[in-house]
């Protein structure tokens, strides 16, 4: 089948949920266009080995950034998935919906209907809680999210020690309380990651009016402005395919952009400067790059109880054979299992900080560990001002994106992780974590001053490979917003754009869930259907917002 009424490019996050929700009522073709290839096998499919299929050109893109100026010219990591389910597929698997004023914002910002209560049904229609709150939680979804068994005690130290520090505790961050210390939250199920391939596409493709075909796409096929195709690579040959109601584009905040460009889409001005035809002048193609970054809070223990007596060969053969045979035991959790949201500071009413604990002091690229037993708080930033941009590096369309993060270049970014440094030492230095706090691995104690903390920051910042932002959805009339609050591309017929590129600001947290959102309520939009009503439902603020962090 080479032509269908839908053709999706892209069949990660958002791409594999517009599939199945496109395909539902049996009434229209479906074709999924995906260059990776499959995710069958342990790498993929068992949660404890997430460092895996992100070290792997078999998964990953591969990207990096320029050299970023903040950061002592750092070029940043920047995966994104090369496999069926997208960077669903290599991703840390912590699910995080945001909180309900990241959606507010996306509306004031010229989202309109994306508000809080226009998306918190999309949520729910997504999920299959296992343990969320009674009414704020999805209960039928394809997606399942549960949260891990967090047998060891430093979990519950981690959730103990942010009490005794005077923040409050939330039992569901997303459900109405995200502020907190809690229970994280993570997509698997029946000991297996459960990616949008696992959710929805597999399902999708028995259906007989959807198809995957395997190719490169090259860009955007249209015939004045209208789309009417995409031109994709297949073993050496160039060939279209077509579709006859619109093709829609969900390739990550890296491609989404760079196949547009390639199209003739874009800032007028780069794209003559690589001798593209220009075909619509959109400057907000590739702009307004987001991300979060993080750094690694370690502590030794004192005791001999964390993952690090499981983190060599043979503990690692065990733990994957008794994942392999029985799909059951350590194997089964991405072992982040413990969560916080905090606010940085008195007049802030929404939480700006994360933590995602962990009972191992290790690289998230599981590369480099401590000598020894130790524990982690991965702590970032979710508000950053700094702003970036995704732009092309030829036309030749094999040629990796060019990126630029330019991240921590707002000076309140500096502020805010200072800060973040200071209240995470308060919060290891509670009774809770007497038992088992030995000294600080890192920063380490000797990193004190601003300076001392900034010059720290600038070497061991990394990015939470959450990014966003680079094909805006705004109003109609903004020129710098690239598709309209129904995912059309601004003066395009018969195209959309529909991932985590079209975000107009980054969420407060981790990027998958918000990303499976926008594909559901999309494919409602694509299929002309009235939006799901909108919920009534106020989410917790804090009462102390004004005066206090806590």
């Not at 050299?67 to 840390?92: C, D, F, Q, T, Y």
């Not at 503990?315 to 350590?330: H, P, Y």
């Not at 599981?366 to 991965?378: I, L, N, P, T």
């Amino acid at each position: 089948m080479q032509n269908a009424d839908f053709v999706i490019i892209g069949s990660g996050s958002a791409g594999s949920a517009m599939a199945y929700r496109l395909s539902e009522d049996g009434k229209h073709t479906v074709i999924v266009l995906e260059y990776g290839g499959s995710d069958i096998g342990p790498f993929v499919q068992m949660p404890a080995a997430l460092a895996y299929p992100m070290n792997m050109d078999r998964y990953n893109w591969g990207y990096l950034s320029e050299p970023e100026p903040h950061l002592n010219n750092r070029r940043m990591i920047a995966p994104r998935g090369k496999v069926i389910g997208g960077s669903s597929s290599i991703n840390g698997m912590v699910y995080v919906r945001g909180h309900a004023e990241d959606f507010n914002r996306w509306d004031d910002l010229g989202a309109t209907g994306w508000a809080y209560a226009d998306v918190l049904p999309y949520f729910k229609r997504q999920e299959n809680t296992h343990g969320g709150e009674d009414g704020w939680r999805g209960a039928d979804g394809p997606l399942h999210v549960r949260r891990g068994a967090a047998k060891n005690p430093l979990y519950s130290a981690f959730i103990e020690a942010g009490r005794q520090a005077g923040f409050p505790v939330t039992q569901d961050y997303n459900g109405s309380q995200q502020e907190g210390f809690g229970l994280m939250e993570q997509t698997s199920w029946a000991g297996r990651r459960w990616s949008t391939a696992n959710a929805y596409l597999k399902p999708a493709l028995k259906r007989p009016n959807v198809s995957l075909i395997r190719c490169f796409a090259r860009k955007v096929v249209l015939e004045g402005t209208r789309a009417v195709g995409v031109e994709v690579e297949i073993g050496g040959r160039i060939e279209v395919v077509r579709a006859s109601r619109e093709v829609i584009v969900a390739a990550s905040a890296f491609n989404s952009p760079k196949i547009l460009m390639l199209s003739g889409i874009g800032p007028a001005a780069h794209l003559k400067d690589m001798g593209i035809t220009v075909v619509a002048d959109r400057p907000g193609v590739g702009q307004n790059l987001q991300d979060h970054l993080e750094y690694y809070h370690q502590f030794k223990s004192k005791l001999p109880i964390t993952l690090h007596s499981k983190n060599n060969w043979f503990w690692k053969g065990v733990v994957g054979a008794q994942w392999l045979f029985t799909k059951t035991g350590l194997g089964t959790s991405n072992q982040f299992e413990a969560a916080a949201f905090i606010r940085s500071g008195a007049g802030i009413k929404w939480p700006d900080l994360q933590y995602h604990f962990l009972p191992i002091a290790v690289s998230y690229d599981g590369k480099s560990s401590a000598e020894g037993h130790g524990f982690q708080a991965h702590v970032g930033f979710n508000m950053s001002k700094s702003r970036g941009s995704v732009t092309l590096r030829s036309p030749d369309v094999k040629d990796a994106p060019v990126l630029r993060f330019n991240y921590m270049s707002d000076p309140d970014d500096w502020v805010k992780f200072r800060h973040a440094v200071r209240v995470t030492r308060e919060i290891f230095g509670q009774k809770a974590f007497d038992a088992y706090r030995d000294s600080e691995i890192a920063p380490g104690e000797r990193v004190q001053s601003d300076e001392e903390i900034d010059a720290y920051l600038a070497e061991h910042l990394e990015g939470a490979y959450h990014p966003c932002g680079t094909c805006r959805m705004g109003r109609v009339d903004d020129p710098h917003a690239v598709v309209d609050p129904t995912t059309r591309v601004i003066g395009i017929e018969g195209l959309r754009v529909a991932d985590s590129s079209i975000f107009p600001h980054v969420t407060y947290g981790n990027l998958n869930g918000p990303s499976i959102m926008t594909g559901e309520k999309a494919a409602d939009h694509i299929l002309g259907r009235d939006p799901l009503p909108r919920s009534n439902q106020e989410p917790w603020v804090s009462p102390n917002w004004q005066v206090s962090d806590r």
